[in-house]
C-alpha cells in the first residue's frame, strides 16, 4: 500500500482504543473538525468488551474518513502497528482514545514538516485537562520542560505524549511499534527513531489536548500499578543505555524510581536491588544508603 496517491489522505490518525466507548467518539470528533480536508481516522479496537463498535459504527460509519477495524486484545502497540500497516496518508498521528486535537493539529503540524524537510518528526505544545488537579494550560510552559529532541534529552527527564506528536509515515513505518514494551511503547519507538538516525524539532503552536485521569495511566489499555510502567522504563533504560554518552545517569534514575515506588507499596525487599544499583551508581547519596539499610531489616 503507497504512503501517497491521486486518492490518499494527506494524514492518517491511528486511534487505539479499548472499552473507552463515549471518550472514543470525543477523540474522533476533534479529528473531524480539523481545518485540513484531507485525512482518514483509523480506529483500531484492541478487542473491546463494552459497546464500542455499536457507538462508532452507530455514529460514524456513513463518514468514508473513519475506518473501525477489530482485532484481538493485544495492547497498545500492536494496535498501533495495525494502523500503521493500514495507514495511507503521507503523514501520520497518533491519537489516544481519550486526547483530542484542537481543529489546527493537522493544517500546522502538516505545514511544519512540509517546509522542513530535514524533519522526521515534530512535537507540538499542548494542554493538560485533569480531573482532580490543577490543568496545565501549556506543557512547553511547565518550567525545565523540554521535548525529547535527540537520544540525550531521552536520556534525561525530557518526555513527550502521543497527542502532541506527527511524523512522516514512511519513516514511522521503517520502525514500527514492538510489543515488547507493551505499556512504553510510545517512548520505546522514540528510542528506536533517534536509532534509525531520526530528526525531530519542535513546533510551538498548541494544538492538542491530553486528559489525565487519577488512579491509571491514561487509558485501560495501560490500567495498572504504576509499577509495571518504572519495570518498563528500567527495562527500556537498559536496552538503550549504550546509546548515549553518560549512561550512568539514565541507569541510576530509572532504579531509583523503581525503588521508591517498591518502597511506597510496602516492598522493600523487592526494592532492595534497586536501592543497591541506585547507591552503587551515586556512592554519595546519603537517602539512597539509609534506605538500602532500612530494606536489609525489612525481611
Not at 470525543?26 to 482518514?40: G, K, N, P, R, Y
Not at 513505518?173 to 507493551?182: A, L, N, V
Request: hydrophobic content about 40%; glycine content about 8%; overall charge negative.
Amino acid at each position: 500500500m503507497t504512503e501517497s496517491g491521486p486518492e490518499a489522505p494527506r494524514v492518517s490518525v491511528i486511534v487505539p482504543t479499548y472499552n473507552r466507548a463515549a471518550m472514543v467518539c470525543d477523540a474522533i470528533e476533534s479529528v473531524l473538525a480539523q481545518t485540513a480536508e484531507t485525512f482518514e481516522v483509523l480506529v483500531i479496537d484492541d478487542g473491546s468488551t463494552d459497546d464500542t463498535a455499536a457507538r462508532v459504527e452507530g455514529r460514524f460509519g456513513s463518514d468514508p474518513r473513519v475506518r473501525y477495524v477489530r482485532k484481538d486484545n493485544g495492547g497498545t502497540a500492536t494496535a498501533r502497528q495495525l494502523g500503521l500497516e493500514l495507514a495511507r496518508g503521507t503523514y501520520l498521528a497518533l491519537l489516544d482514545d481519550d486526547d483530542r486535537y484542537l481543529p489546527r493539529f493537522f493544517e500546522s503540524q502538516s505545514a511544519f514538516l512540509d517546509e522542513h524537510d530535514d524533519v522526521d518528526l515534530v512535537f507540538c505544545d499542548a494542554r493538560l485537562d485533569a480531573e482532580t488537579r490543577e490543568s496545565i494550560p501549556s506543557i512547553f510552559g511547565l518550567a525545565g520542560y523540554q521535548p525529547p529532541l535527540s537520544a540525550e534529552t531521552l536520556a534525561g527527564r525530557s518526555w513527550a505524549l502521543p497527542v502532541m506528536m506527527m511524523l512522516r509515515t514512511g519513516v514511522a513505518r521503517k520502525i514500527g511499534f514492538e510489543s515488547d514494551f507493551p505499556w512504553n511503547e510510545d517512548r520505546d519507538f522514540l528510542w528506536r527513531f533517534y536509532a534509525a538516525g531520526g530528526r525531530a524539532a519542535k513546533n510551538p503552536d498548541n494544538l492538542s489536548v491530553y486528559r489525565w485521569h487519577e488512579g491509571d495511566l491514561g487509558t485501560p489499555m495501560k490500567s495498572r500499578s504504576g509499577l509495571e510502567y518504572l519495570r518498563g522504563h528500567l527495562a527500556l533504560a537498559q536496552r538503550y543505555a549504550p546509546m548515549v554518552k553518560n549512561p550512568k545517569h539514565m541507569l541510576r534514575r530509572a532504579h531509583q524510581n523503581l525503588a521508591l515506588a517498591l518502597i511506597d507499596e510496602g516492598l522493600s525487599r523487592e526494592a532492595r536491588p534497586h536501592l543497591w544499583q541506585w547507591w552503587r551508581r551515586k556512592p554519595d547519596s546519603v537517602r539512597a544508603l539509609r534506605l538500602l539499610v532500612r530494606s536489609l531489616f525489612a525481611g
